[in-house]
């Protein structure tokens, strides 16, 4: 049977950029454009609660110098459901105004782009599944890395093989690096690729990076390797918004 799996590129340009918190210049000139930025994050649901009006619930932000308030974006629907939970012990008047919305990563992307440096911008903070970090933070002190130094929202991607290129897997006629925000759905995927490969099998790495400097350097970098990654939604996410759209009406003979 043929493998559906591929070697890829060390895809240096990624690995210098994003393991930890980013720290580098943006340099729009070489950047990604905006839309195939958009066009990459837009496949990801993610959840943040809004008001009765329908806008984003704002806290105080911390920064003196920003006024427009910290909107938070929640990576797993049922965090944001337990935040409400927690608003309706803390601000009952106000929990009763709000709920929980999907939206997609490309769209908080648009927004925050959009408001740029302004004096009363909002501010958009991931907020990361807490057993997603704590696996994230496993792997960084396995792999001798300083775990503490590690910021932002994790995912999760395979290398692979005596030179440690990232797994890629063929998607419309492509071959794409898959970045997963669930560590558990990328070792499932790593469970067929040994079986496929069992040769390999004892060369695969997982590597933690962060989605903060991913798509920062996707606006700092226009590299055909960027081109290659795919942000692979939790499938936990994906169920819930198929479950709001409505079933399809059956035809009229």
Known sequence: MKSMFSLGAKLGIVSS???GSAIFTTLSAIAIPQ????QKLGSVPV???TDAKGAPLVASN???QKQGGVAGVFINQRDAVAFVNQLKTKNPELAKTVRVVPVSLGEVYKLDQASGNKPNALDFAYVPAKQQVDAA???????GQDEKKFQGTPLFVAKAGKEKGYLTVKQADQQVIPFFFNKEELQSMLERFKKQQPDLASTVEI????LEGVIETMQSRNDNQLNQIMLVPPKESIDFVRSLQPAA???KK
């Open 35 to 38: 839309e195939q930025i958009v």
């Open 62 to 64: 911390s920064d003196n």
């Open 47 to 49: 959840f943040t609660i």
């Open 137 to 143: 933070m496993a792997l960084l002190k396995q792999s």
């Open 17 to 19: 950029a994003i393991v």
């Open 249 to 251: 009406q059956p035809r």
């Open 207 to 210: 590597q933690v990076v962060n």
